[in-house]
């Protein structure tokens, strides 16, 4: 199995800075993966404004609901 790619968009104002795997940031979008255990696995690590990445999982929850057609 490959090594698994770290992610790293940087900003100079950026108030809070996410640093995760490729693989649990797409579980975490697809609603497989729980930000709290992540993090507290030490698998997620947040730099900056913790407050701000809690307003985080609100807009994630959000992204995973079905369209309705």
């Given at each position: 199995m490959p090594p698994q790619k770290i992610l790293r968009f940087t900003n100079s104002r950026a108030a809070v800075t996410l640093s995760l795997s490729e693989s649990d940031f797409g579980a975490?979008?697809?609603g497989k993966a729980n930000a709290q255990r992540l993090f507290m696995s030490g698998k997620l690590k947040i730099k900056?404004?913790?407050?701000?990445?809690?307003?985080?999982d609100p807009i994630l929850k959000k992204s995973q609901t079905k369209a309705k057609l």
């Open positions: 975490l979008v697809a900056g404004d913790v407050m701000k990445a809690t307003k985080l």
